[in-house]
């Protein structure tokens, strides 16, 4: 189980949170590891987009191999 799933286990247990796209899975660094961001044109500038955008991307970010 990743460390993910044990953060959010509680929460879909007790239905505040439902898995979408059960059994997709994504391969950090591969194509299937891409991720979009969509939102309303009208949006584009906004601050907490952009904030929200940062915080998945450091989220998901690969940790660099030596």
Known sequence: M???TRQVA???RQG???WVLEGF???PGGAS???NALYLP???DSSRI???IAFVEEI???PATR
Do not use: N
């Open 25 to 27: 899975e994504v391969s």
């Open 33 to 35: 590891g891409l991720i």
């Open 10 to 12: 509680e929460d879909v």
């Open 60 to 62: 998901l970010a690969v």
């Open 16 to 18: 505040r949170l439902s």
């Open 42 to 44: 009208s949006h584009r």
């Open 2 to 4: 990743s460390s993910v």
């Open 50 to 52: 952009r904030a929200f």
